[in-house]
């Protein structure tokens, strides 16, 4: 059972408006910034290991045979093969996805939002291949300026990007945040005396995408989602819930018996802080 929406890594800006397409038409994209790329990246690591072998296995046949300096003619050879080809092919015949890109649900786009083109992927690899990952010219100087760009640029964009044209957005709407139903007032005195220490974060967070998503559900699915939660719940709590009381309303006393009791603590911890600490949070005038 898996209600959640769609991974979206911290960081990562929200949507804005100001990308504007060759027909002048507003295009409202959400780009994607350093951690959603990162994971990406290290997505297709992972899937450039078993060509960076194959390479390394090649020039290892070829040194036993010829002189060392072909050889490494070789590896080099393989390594510009495996970190330029291998994004470029991606990027350009699976419209602008690698598969970590598909993991992630990142695509890259031209910033007039139309599809990727090969000269576009070349551009993007060459520079990375040089600049960015894995940087062979000037590693340590390229490195923090590449990542000092991505996090000065609005739309989180490379230097592969900017010499490019190009930039990476999420293909993947993130799910609102929607507000829980409020505690019925018939039972907030039993639900007051409920032990929730059982229900942790991840079955709560379960029931609240339930019963904010519950109009987007289908029968027999939604019924079937309620009682398997209900029974869950039930199984969790102390004391149990009255004989008349609905698996619906039960679900909706506990989330909001839990949100309060969560409310209270901050309340508590925020006054402690400011005990301990009274100008946390302020910042002194400069004037």
């Known amino acids: 059972m898996n209600l959640l929406p769609a991974p979206v890594a911290?960081?990562?800006?929200?949507?804005?408006?100001?990308?504007?397409?060759?027909?002048?038409?507003?295009?409202?994209?959400?780009p994607a910034r350093l951690p959603s790329r990162s994971l990406a990246l290290f997505l297709d690591c992972l899937v450039m290991i078993v060509p960076g072998f194959l390479a390394v296995a090649l020039v290892r046949s070829v040194a036993e045979h010829t002189d060392v300096a072909l050889a490494?003619?070789?590896?080099?050879?393989?390594?510009?093969?495996v970190f330029v080809g291998y994004p470029v092919l991606c990027e350009t015949f699976l419209d602008g996805r690698s598969p970590g890109k598909r993991a992630m649900g990142l695509r890259v786009i031209r910033e007039d939002g139309g599809p990727l083109r090969a000269r576009h992927?070349?551009?993007?690899?060459?520079?990375?291949?040089a600049v960015e990952f894995p940087g062979m010219l000037?590693?340590?100087v390229c490195w923090p300026a590449g990542?000092?760009?991505?996090?000065?640029?609005r739309q989180g964009r490379r230097l592969g990007d900017l010499a490019a044209g190009t930039l990476v957005v999420h293909e993947r709407d993130a799910a609102p945040w929607r507000a829980a139903p409020a505690m019925p007032p018939l039972l907030?005195?039993?639900a007051a005396t409920l032990d929730l220490t059982a229900v942790d974060d991840t079955l709560a967070l379960e029931i609240r995408q339930f019963v904010t998503r519950v109009r987007e559900l289908?029968?027999?699915?939604r019924a079937h989602l309620l009682r398997e939660l209900a029974g869950e719940v039930t199984s969790r709590i102390v004391p149990p819930p009255p004989s008349a009381i609905s698996p619906w309303l039960l679900l909706i006393a506990v989330l909001a018996e839990r949100r309060r009791r969560q409310e209270a603590q901050l309340v508590v911890g925020r006054r402690m802080t400011y005990r301990v600490l009274p100008t946390f949070g302020h910042h002194a005038s400069r004037f």
């Open 218 to 221: 289908r029968e027999p699915y």
């Open 72 to 81: 490494q003619a070789a590896l080099t050879v393989g390594l510009v093969l």
């Open 138 to 140: 000037l590693v340590f």
């Open 147 to 153: 990542i000092i760009t991505m996090l000065a640029s």
């Open 188 to 190: 907030a005195a039993w």
């Open 10 to 30: 911290p960081g990562d800006a929200p949507a804005v408006s100001g990308l504007v397409s060759a027909e002048a038409v507003e295009i409202e994209l959400r």
């Open 121 to 129: 992927a070349l551009t993007r690899a060459l520079v990375g291949l």
